[in-house]
């Protein structure tokens, strides 16, 4: 994954956070079967793409709780030795991670989380909501663990800094930013050069602009492994 860096908006001063671009494959057809993982299309992005962050944020062994629960990310997580999870809510409306049909216990967190936004109980723009499911979801994960969330709106510039907001003050550092593309790049665009930008027609879609790539945002904990133990185990 090529790297840059940009910064925080909602933290001036601190050191800038690591940009990352997540490219498809060209042709699929010319990567042999044994070393990719089987599954459909995760958010569009593909299961290259959900094979690299998994192995990017998890280390092996790791439980990985995808909360929309995607064959993709259950598929690749298998392939690269982690354990895929989704959350059920116990006797006692507690959050805990489940393995194929049985509980896990015995842990100490999940390495990542992957979470879809909005969602019913997270919605971008409501502040309040966002940061109680970050906390939620920040009392699940291992000391080291990491949040990776994928912003599904058109508009997503508005709503990343409320993501950003909610999750630092759920207790969450703000890790790395990806930019995911979800078609090949051409090998030369005339709207990015300076003689032919102005004479080149916008792509659009029913008006719109055609939406070339998808924003996942990381988070990594702050939580130090002996104040953790306080913590409810996934």
Do not use: C
């Not at 990352?20 to 958010?43: E, N």
């Not at 990017?56 to 993709?72: F, H, Q």
């Amino acid at each position: 994954m090529p790297h840059s860096t940009q910064h925080d908006p909602t933290t001036a001063g601190l050191p800038p956070v690591p940009v990352a671009l997540l490219l498809p494959t060209p042709d699929r057809r010319r990567r042999p079967a044994s070393v990719r993982p089987t599954g459909g299309d995760w958010f569009d992005l593909g299961r290259r793409a959900a094979a690299a962050v998994i192995a990017n944020y998890t280390r092996r062994g790791d439980l990985v709780i995808d909360l929309d629960r995607s064959p993709t990310i259950a598929a690749a997580a298998r392939w690269l030795h982690r354990h895929p999870a989704t959350l059920v809510t116990d006797s006692h409306r507690q959050p805990r991670a489940r393995r194929t049909g049985k509980p896990v216990w015995g842990r100490r967190g999940a390495g990542l989380i992957i979470a879809r936004l909005p969602r019913p109980e997270a919605f971008t723009l409501d502040l309040h909501g966002m940061t109680r499911a970050m906390h939620t979801w920040r009392r699940l994960l291992r000391p080291g663990g990491f949040l990776l969330t994928v912003l599904t709106v058109a508009d997503a510039g508005n709503h990343a800094t409320a993501v950003i907001t909610a999750a630092r003050t759920a207790g969450l550092t703000y890790h790395q930013h990806l930019i995911a593309a979800r078609a090949v790049l051409p090998e030369h665009e005339p709207r990015a050069e300076a003689t032919t930008a102005f004479g080149t027609i916008a792509r659009l879609l029913d008006g719109r602009h055609v939406v070339t790539h998808t924003g996942l945002y990381a988070f990594a904990t702050t939580t130090s492994p002996a104040s953790a133990q306080g913590d409810t185990d996934a």
